[in-house]
């Protein structure tokens, strides 16, 4: 059974980069089918996608914050990771990561769904 | 950017009673790209369908999901204690650029 789990600091102080990894177990990371996502959501709101990636490093951000997101994959460790620069109060969230499924469509690839779901993690931005 | 929005905000219902969901986009969500989840609390979100309409593995009967276009549904036939959470949608016709609706609270009655 697939599980992912994040780790990182809880707390970080506004300006710095927020740092965070999520362990793929019970599965590949290198598998065909799949890009691997983060998605946060700030306490008591809806989710939001801050971006995605392949195993071969290929990588999608949301546009609104493409400025600031960097992730990377490391397949030795069945790992993916995720940096947030510049973090001010409003990048407090529970960061979850999540697998996503590629569809191929008429020989077009979308990627689409995400599961499963890491537990999700809680940082916060304060001084 | 595709903006789904959900309505009602929250659902007040009693256990045994039928629940219905909706999802609307702000443009067509090609090929059905459309997903729900069920979130409770302290818990990640969990899969319940995908494509609009095709459940994910381990997912009940009674959640049923239908719609095309910009109107979606989510049906949960017979509502059981676990099911009063909150359910999102997601589309992912805009694909790579995903979008989630701000959430339906089912609560109990």
Known sequence: ?127 | EIVLTQSPGTLSLSPGERATLSCRASQSVSSSYLAWYQQKPGQAPRLLIYGASSRATGIPDRFSGSGSGTDFTLTISRLEPEDFAVYYCQQYGSSPVFTFGPGTKVDIK
């Not at chain 1, 598998?31 to 306490?43: A, E, F, L, M, T």
């Not at chain 1, 510049?86 to 407090?92: H, K, L, N, R």
């Open chain 1, 1 to 127: 059974q697939l599980q992912l789990q994040e780790s990182g600091p809880g707390l970080v102080k506004p300006s710095e980069t927020l740092s965070l990894t999520c362990t793929v177990s019970g599965g590949s990371i290198s598998s065909s089918s799949y890009y691997w996502g983060w998605i946060r959501q700030p306490p008591g709101k809806g989710l939001e996608w801050i971006g995605s990636i392949y195993y071969s490093g290929s990588t999608y951000y949301n546009p609104s914050l493409k400025s600031r997101v960097t992730i990377s994959v490391d397949t030795s460790k069945n790992q993916f990771s995720l940096k947030l620069s510049s973090v001010t109060a409003a990048d407090t969230a529970v960061y979850y990561c999540a697998r996503q499924t590629m569809i191929t469509f008429g020989g077009v690839i979308v990627l689409g769904w995400f599961d499963p779901w890491g537990q999700g993690t809680l940082v916060t931005v304060s001084s």
